[in-house]
């Protein structure tokens, strides 16, 4: 009897083989600025297929390690990470992926180029996009600052294509006694004959090997809350590459991100810099979330498109009931069903990187900036949870084989996981959407730009789904309306369904857009059939559930 094997999945070009970011960027970029990103894509695409691939599974088990003490019993607290991971810190500088966004080649096309290069790049990095993000939301925040000294110091690092030059950045927030609620951080920091110094500990720390941070801390004497915390930035490292007063504690035993040092750290007096200010460090720091958060949207999106590229791959050899599993119609509305939910998350992701680009430019109005703020937000929470629901789906789709580690499938479910968790969770980020609305003024103005996308919507293929966009944003705003007098408990209640529900729904829309811009541009019909896939996943969530009846069901 001949031995049973499967033919295992194989990557193409990730750039030429994707024909939803392939359309989209000739929907978006001008001619000219669309001939001159695409070769540094097409490099992308190669690389991500290529080397990085054959390295992601040569380095599968490979995990960064910390030594507290040297031979002699010195405390030292290295952290070595993969040869993978020192392999991308060159690679992601040269090829500018921070960079791109910071030279401005394009205007604010610039965003665009950036976040493609970075959608075709984060599926092949294990993890390395975690500190990229980090350094972009360092330099766009200290940019913003008004610190000049700040910025000739670090920005040119943190945005640099020399990889003996380039630095990345950390972002220390998290502390045992919240992660979300920032404003019960403990860490104080104390002027010390004219320098800062910072106390406390940092219990989660993503990308803990990197050159700098910025954090939050308490100056001493100010009060409780958010607004009591500053902004602070550290060097790690003094010019002799040791720790500045800062320990190691440990190294994070994660479900996910495996390859990422995230670490508990104590700061001991660590030195430190006042990026801008005494007070207002939760605010002085909404530009490093608006950016990281950006960067997981396109991460998640970007996922996706790896899980779905596999399983469709493996699709066309698994022999399955005598054909391969690509012709089995239940087999082949799975995977559309996989791809509809990738397509409109893209597009909603690629829409926050749209509005980045234009407010860096200074192309955004105040109602432009209220946009950008929701969206972002809209586009972080949303594609989270589409990430993992698609990851599952992914390794359902290769039977046993996406079961079993050294596959190399396991992975994508595990790292889809923190990305509803990282940068605030679904239900955080659900709350500040409603403030970020502003009441029903904001929520009017998404209504209204939406209605600019899908009121040119003529095609006859479109209509239903079309009607369904202003459904949900109807239903939204009944919603809005009636828990409005209802108090504090039923408006929170409901939080989570209706920011899912502008989600989607803005993911929807903005898919619609496209459809309607492929079908009058050359006739393809793909984005068309992925929009009136997507309408039937459900997008309007909200209901008039009593919550009541959910404490009952939980207990409360």
């Known amino acids: 009897m001949a031995p049973f094997t499967q033919t295992p999945p194989e990557l193409q070009n990730q750039y030429e083989d994707d024909p939803l970011l392939r359309s989209y960027l000739r929907d978006q970029l001008p001619p000219e600025v669309f001939a001159d990103v695409e070769p540094s894509l097409r490099e992308m695409g190669t690389l991500a297929q290529g080397s990085l691939a054959a390295m992601q599974i040569a380095d599968r088990a490979l995990e960064p390690t910390l030594t507290h003490w040297d031979p002699w019993g010195q405390r030292i607290d290295r952290i070595e990470v ?46 390395y996009s975690c500190p990229l993000a980090m350094t972009d939301g360092a330099a766009a925040t200290l940019l913003s600052s008004g610190n000049q000294a700040l910025v000739d110091r670090a920005v040119p690092r943190l945005t640099a294509r020399d990889p003996n030059r380039f630095w990345t950045s950390g972002q220390w927030m998290t502390e045992s006694v919240g992660g979300s609620d920032v404003g019960r951080s403990e860490t104080l920091a104390r002027l010390d004959n004219g320098t800062w110094r910072l ?83 939760v605010r002085s720091m909404s530009p490093m979330l608006n950016v990281t958060r950006t960067w997981n949207a396109v991460s998640s999106v970007a996922g996706m498109r790896r899980a779905v590229a596999l399983a469709r791959d493996y699709a066309q050899k698994r022999v399955a009931f005598g054909a391969p599993l690509l012709e089995k119609p239940l087999h082949i509305d799975t995977l559309a069903g996989m791809q509809a939910e990738l397509e409109a998350g893209f597009h909603l992701a690629f829409y926050a990187v749209e509005l980045m680009g234009r407010a860096e430019c200074g192309e955004l109005d105040e109602r432009g900036s209220r946009l950008l703020r929701v969206v972002t937000l809209l ?178």
């Not at 910071?102 to 092949?124: C, M, N, T």
Request: aromatic letters at 8%.
């Open 379 to 556: 586009a972080k929470l949303t594609t989270g949870k589409q990430a993992v629901a698609v990851a599952s789906e992914a390794l359902e789709a290769f039977g046993g084989a996406g079961y079993v580690e050294d596959t190399g499938l396991p992975v994508l479910l595990r790292d889809a996981q923190v990305l509803p968790i990282w940068e605030g969770t679904t239900n955080v980020l659900s709350l500040e959407t409603l403030r970020a609305l502003g009441g029903v003024e904001g929520f009017d103005s998404l209504v209204g730009e939406v209605e600019t996308w899908i009121s040119t919507v003529k095609d006859p293929a479109l209509a239903a789904v079309v009607t369904q966009v202003r459904r949900a944003f109807i239903d939204a705003r009944e919603w809005f309306g009636c828990v409005a007098g209802e108090g504090p408990a039923a408006i929170e209640a409901g939080a989570r369904r209706f920011a899912l529900t502008l989600g989607r729904a803005t993911a929807l829309a903005r898919l619609t857009r496209h459809a309607h811009w492929a079908l009058t541009c050359g006739g393809d019909r793909r984005a068309a059939a992925a929009a009136r896939r997507f309408a039937t996943h459900g997008v309007s969530l909200v209901t008039t559930l009593d919550h009541a009846d959910s404490k009952t069901l939980v207990g409360g």
């Open 82 to 127: 993969t040869p993978m991971w020192r392999h991308l810190e060159r690679l992601s500088a040269e090829k500018g992926i921070v960079a791109t966004a910071y030279e401005r080649k394009h205007g604010r096309f610039s965003r665009v180029h950036q976040f493609a290069l970075s959608y075709l790049f984060a599926p092949a990095s294990d993890g």
């Open 199 to 281: 106390f406390g500990r940092k219990w989660f720390t993503s990308a803990a090997a990197s050159q700098m941070a910025l954090t939050l801390a308490r100056p001493e004497g100010n009060g409780p809350g958010g607004k009591g915390l500053a902004l602070f930035y550290v060097e790690t490292r003094d010019d002799n590459g040791h720790l500045q007063n800062i320990r190691v504690e440990r190294l994070k035993d994660k479900l996910g991100t495996r390859k990422v040092p995230t670490a508990e750290l104590t700061l001991e007096g660590t030195p430190a810099t006042l990026v801008c200010g005494t007070t207002d460090g």
